[in-house]
């Protein structure tokens, strides 16, 4: 039996004829899409694309579904948006998603001061997860606006999104390694090992090209490429002296004092999205107050 994740993966490789498109899309990876559709396949008992090396082109009963499912998911998220939005305005509860490992502030609590001017009796509740988990409960309609990295963030249809604010990028290195002194800067670390760390349902290989992408991006040229399992276990290696990592001032494990701080010289973008339909008003209306929020703060 197929699912709504099945027919998401469908629908959007229908449109891009693309698996690294779609993957980037859905923020999930190209193993994940291919699984999806050959579970959609299997479960319907015929084939709905025909993939070569060099190109995907869709069956003619892959161009029948895709009419039907387009449809029926149009209609779906209508009615679900709308179901949502009543019982948000009968509970006057938000539910938001927080990136992991991100130290908020107290700005979060200032934009919901300033939201309850307006709406008293409204509630907020939020969670935290990782960029991945997050962009699952955001497309089940479980969380109704999630709070991430931009380049994190799900290129989805029918979805919205803001910069709420910039965090600058700061690279960080155990305390003890012989290049940290008071004259080091960026540049003195360039070429060590690089710390980084997987996402759910990633391959070791997909990790590492991102992690090529980012090193490149950041201008980085290390000797080596150490990918651990999760952001703790990254952290962890940093702290013992295996490399550096890069984040941002926001992370919380910037402010350990086994680490040394030295500045990239960019900045970091941390945006809201939300579904433009049910609760999409006020979502918008709460990473409204938080962006004003954070340039008030930034001001002080």
């Known amino acids: 039996m197929f699912n709504e994740t099945n027919i998401r993966c469908f629908l959007s490789l229908a449109e891009t004829l693309n698996f690294t498109k779609t993957a980037s899309r859905l923020f999930i990876t190209q193993q994940a899409v291919s699984k999806n559709i050959s579970r959609l ?3 319907l008992g015929f084939p709905l694309f025909e993939r070569s090396h060099h190109s995907v082109r869709m069956t003619e009963g892959g161009k029948r579904l895709y009419a039907l499912f387009s449809s029926f998911m149009d209609e779906y998220d209508k009615i679900v948006g709308e179901v949502r939005s009543y019982c948000s305005s009968v509970a006057k509860t938000l539910n938001i998603g927080y990136q992991n490992w991100l130290d908020f502030g ?3 609590g200032y934009a919901l001061t300033e939201l ?15 960029p991945v988990i997050l962009k699952d409960l955001l ?3 479980k969380l109704d606006g999630i709070i991430l990295y931009d380049r994190f963030a ?5 979805f919205r999104k803001m910069e709420i604010l910039k965090s600058p ?8 390694n012989p290049l940290v002194s008071p004259e080091a800067k960026f540049d003195t670390f360039r070429t060590q090992p690089f710390i980084y760390d997987s996402f759910e349902y990633e391959t070791a290989a997909e990790s590492l090209e991102r992690a090529r ?8 040229s290390p000797e080596r490429i150490v990918v651990m399992p999760n952001r703790d276990s990254a952290y962890t290696a940093a702290e013992l002296g295996q490399g550096i990592i890069i984040s941002t001032q926001m ?4 402010y350990s004092s086994v680490l040394a701080k030295y500045s990239v010289g960019i900045e970091e973008s941390i945006v809201g999205i939300w579904r433009a339909e049910g609760a999409g008003p006020m979502v918008e209306k709460y990473f409204f107050c938080l962006q004003r929020a954070y340039a008030a703060c930034a001001r002080k």
């Open 139 to 141: 497309l089940s309609q």
């Open 251 to 254: 992370n919380r494990i910037t």
């Open 106 to 108: 107290p700005e979060p």
């Open 213 to 220: 992408r980012d090193a490149e991006r950041f201008g980085l």
């Open 41 to 43: 396949e299997e479960s």
């Open 116 to 130: 309850h001017r307006d709406y008293p009796d409204l509630r907020v509740a939020g969670e935290r997860h990782s």
């Open 169 to 176: 990028v700061v690279l960080m290195v155990a305390r003890d």
């Open 154 to 158: 799900p290129d989805l249809p029918g």
